[in-house]
């Protein structure tokens, strides 16, 4: 089943119901979607740049907050936001065939600064983010240059423990294709 939303002309969000794990009022999932729809123009404009080679990242200077994120999948980038301003970008790899990461809305359920999954040999996920009851989550780790995770979202080291300190529990993510 899949539900879309469109408020005031903004384009047509659809998300799978299953997905759908925030309580956040439509408005601000309305407000996420409108932030992502240009995010490499807003790059462009932020940091003077529309690309990023893989396994870098972009942070404004100063940041100390980011009150939501914008993954596109087919990207392999992820945006971040302080109000309605893009304040960082870096790449990503998110789930290979068969572990696909999927779209929807989520938001920050977890946070630790050390852990190990309990599904995949120990294996570690620094600065983890849980965005999903079964455990899917933003962390440091391998970037490749292509989805290759059991369904996280892998971030360079330091982009990382940026942005782990940068966001709180309940901070907004976005997955699109």
Not at 53 to 59: A, D, P, Q, S, Y
Not at 83 to 93: E, G, M
Request: hydrophobic share 40%; proline share 6%.
């Amino acid at each position: 089943m899949v539900q879309g939303l469109s408020l005031l002309g903004a384009p047509a969000l659809a998300i799978p119901a299953q997905a759908q794990t925030t309580d956040e009022p439509v408005v601000a999932v309305v407000r996420l979607a409108e932030a992502a729809d240009d995010p490499r123009a807003a790059m462009s404009e932020a940091f003077g740049q529309d690309t990023l080679e893989n396994g870098k990242f972009l942070w404004t200077d100063g940041t100390t907050e980011v009150d939501r994120l914008a993954l596109r999948l087919t990207e392999q980038l992820i945006y971040a936001y302080d109000d309605d301003r893009l304040v960082a970008v870096s790449t990503v790899s998110t789930g290979r065939a068969g572990h696909e990461t999927l779209p929807g809305s989520f938001k920050v359920l977890a946070k630790y600064r050390r852990y190990f999954s309990k599904k995949y040999d120990n294996a570690p996920m620094p600065y983890m983010q849980q965005i999903t009851s079964y455990g899917v989550a933003l962390h440091a780790g391998r970037l490749p240059g292509y989805p290759a995770s059991h369904g996280c979202i892998r971030l360079p080291d330091e982009f990382a423990a940026k942005l782990f300190e940068a966001t709180k529990i309940g901070t907004p993510v976005l997955i699109t294709k």
